[in-house]
């Protein structure tokens, strides 16, 4: 059954939020579920993988390379967990990383249908207890306001959940996709309302309630709303595409010229830049470039926007950034990788994927080690 048929009363969400942290075993009132910072030590990254099951053979076959790539580049350092529409399409995609000479002995799958391949909104988010012990958040996810097949991937969280026989806090009462939510993993949490106080996610819930759903369940207390702008795009301005938390006092984002051109409102763009973390102390701000031209596919397509390479995900030993074939890819890489020092920038191409509506985060999703610290 679809997650959005009902609507939860305030008094129910309130004893969702006391279930979840029963479910960790909190053992203090003040204790937290928190959710580690992207950058931490990885157990591994889930991918969902390209099907034509929703969308035909050409989506898949135009941009399936790029899931080849970024497995490629990840298992020298992790585990990569890959959500299989069947068991057909695991063996298809045994084969295709077989003969594209990768490893598969750091490569697990799961068989579980899904819509489409965005996992990092769909899929599952891990939390960790007091007690450093790993949980599952299955957040409501409904096609980003519904424009867009979802029940499938809906599942996914829960299916992974039970797979790695982790507990599960379910919180489908709240529509949070995981591409909405940047947090430093010291208490801050930045997101757009237009992504997720919006009629077409949450029109029963105030930033209060959301706020508190967040705060118990992230292990977050200051909160950065930007406005963001509403039919912007499919995810209706997800953060993730223009700001990302790289370090827990470093936020990658634009220059402010870009950061308009993107379409951010004049005041969105000062509380961005002037943005303080739990203790009142200013972010450091790196800029990345938007592509110094419109991105064109690699069939041709001229989109009519340029790309962003703030959409980067950081694994265990490398971090993975869209490219667009732009003179602009080896600037921000240069960037990115004085950033990363201890970790190796690796240049995935995105442009068959980006005419979808998104690029390398979208798609990844980390598990973080069951004791991060």
């Not at 829960?158 to 599960?168: D, Q």
């Not at 529509?175 to 757009?192: I, Q």
């Not at 869209?322 to 190796?344: E, G, H, S, W």
Request: aromatic share 8%.
């Amino acid at each position: 059954m679809s997650h959005n048929t009902t609507r939860s009363t305030p008094a129910r969400r309130s004893v969702l939020l006391l279930a979840a942290v029963v479910l960790l075993g909190t053992a203090c009132a003040n204790a937290q579920t928190r959710m580690p910072h992207e950058n931490v030590r990885h157990e591994g990254t889930w991918l969902q993988w390209p099907h034509s099951y929703t969308y035909g053979t050409t989506y898949r076959n135009r941009i399936e390379s790029t899931w080849i790539e970024m497995t490629r580049s990840l298992v020298g350092g992790e585990k990569v967990h890959i959500v299989a529409y069947n068991a057909r399409e695991q063996d298809r995609i045994e084969r295709l990383l077989m003969d594209a000479g990768v490893s598969l002995d750091k490569v697990t799958f799961v068989v579980q249908p899904t819509d489409d391949v965005w996992v990092r909104d769909n899929g599952p988010i891990f939390v960790v207890g007091p007690d450093q012990a790993l949980a599952v958040e299955n957040w409501g996810f409904n096609g980003w306001g519904q424009k867009e097949p979802y029940q499938l991937s809906a599942e996914v969280p829960a299916v992974v959940a039970s797979e790695l026989r982790m507990p599960t806090i379910d919180l489908r009462d709240y529509v949070v996709e995981g591409g909405a939510v940047e947090t430093d993993g010291r208490g801050t949490f930045l997101a757009t309302r237009s992504s997720i106080l919006n009629p077409n996610r949450n029109p029963d819930v105030t930033e209060d309630q959301m706020d508190a759903a967040l705060s118990a369940n992230l292990g977050v207390s200051n909160f950065i709303w930007l406005d963001g702008v509403k039919n912007a795009d499919i995810t209706d301005m997800h953060v993730d595409g223009f700001a990302r938390f790289a370090t827990s006092d470093t936020i990658v984002t634009m220059s402010q010229g870009d950061l308009a051109n993107w379409g951010l409102s004049a005041p969105d763009i000062q509380r961005l830049y002037s943005a303080t973390d739990v203790n009142s102390v200013p972010y450091k701000l790196v800029q990345l470039p938007l592509t110094s031209k419109n991105v064109v596919t690699t069939y041709g397509k001229d989109l009519g926007y340029q790309g962003s390479y703030v959409n980067f995900y950081v694994g265990n030993d490398v971090v993975l950034m869209p490219t667009y074939n732009d003179a602009n890819d080896a600037v921000a890489k240069a960037i990115l990788q004085q950033l990363f020092p201890d970790r190796t920038v690796v240049g995935i191409d995105v442009r068959n994927l980006y005419a979808n509506g998104g690029m390398i985060h979208c798609v990844t999703q980390q598990q973080p080690e069951a004791a991060s610290p």
